[in-house]
């Protein structure tokens, strides 16, 4: 299957502080990833969709100002937590779709963000 | 709204086993749909999609899809410790979006 990387896998920052988060295809083009949250226990949560070359779309209840998402090229989208709080703390996970077949996407790894 | 529902679980399957986990979802004009593997702590992982009325075989995994019951549904056989992980099932409604909706997922314990 296709690959997909994230970066870093852990962050540890503190309040009031951004942390970027970046979400790397390695073997082919995504034009449209996504940024989903995952607190302990729950199910996967969608935040936003990040589309190559354009704005990204952000589910009903995600701040677009607070979760900002770039998706510069075909290969690379970011979210970048700003002014995190310890609310925010949670498991980030990017994914992109692959865009020659129907529509599956690939996860990455995920990266765990604590703010104290 | 539209909606994806899965049993919680926990299923509980000695090893050897089958292990049938299933899934509902809300709208009839649903396009494809996909099984992840969740383990404890770990992003998800495709294990297969199907998106065509049957079954879809792919080593000891079986995908089954029923659009008329908007139902499809994951056979594991020969289940191993090994499979002990959550399965999500995820649904893509169609349209330009590209989304996928995810149930809760189903908790699954292989018990040697």
């Known amino acids: 299957g296709a690959v997909v990387s994230q970066h870093p896998s852990w962050v540890i920052c503190k309040s009031g502080t951004s942390v970027k988060i970046e979400c790397r295809s390695l073997d082919f083009q995504a034009t449209t990833m996504f940024w989903y949250r995952q607190f302990p226990k729950q199910s996967l949560m969608l935040m936003a969709t990040s589309n190559e070359g354009s704005k990204a779309t952000y589910e009903q209840g995600v701040e677009k100002d607070k979760f900002l998402i770039n998706h510069a090229s075909l290969t690379l989208s970011t979210l970048t937590v700003t002014s995190a709080h310890p609310e925010d703390s949670s498991f980030y996970i990017c994914?992109?779709?692959?865009?020659?077949?129907?529509?599956?996407?690939?996860f990455g790894p995920g990266t765990r963000l604590t703010v104290l | 709204q539209k909606e994806v529902e899965q049993n919680s679980g926990p299923l509980s399957v000695p090893e050897g086993a089958i292990a049938s986990l299933n899934c509902t979802y809300s709208d009839r004009g649903s396009q494809s749909f996909f099984w992840y593997r969740q383990y404890s702590g770990k992003s998800p992982e495709l294990i297969m999609f199907?998106?065509?009325?049957g079954d879809k075989e792919d080593g000891r995994f079986t995908a089954q899809l029923n659009k008329a019951s908007q139902y499809v549904s994951l056979l594991i056989r020969d289940s191993q410790p090994s499979d002990s992980a959550t399965y999500l099932c995820a649904v893509n409604w169609g349209g330009s979006n590209y989304k996928l909706t995810f149930g809760k997922g189903t908790l699954l314990t292989v018990n040697p």
């Open positions: 199907i998106y065509s009325n």
């Open positions: 994914s992109a779709r692959v865009a020659s077949g129907y529509n599956e996407q690939f």
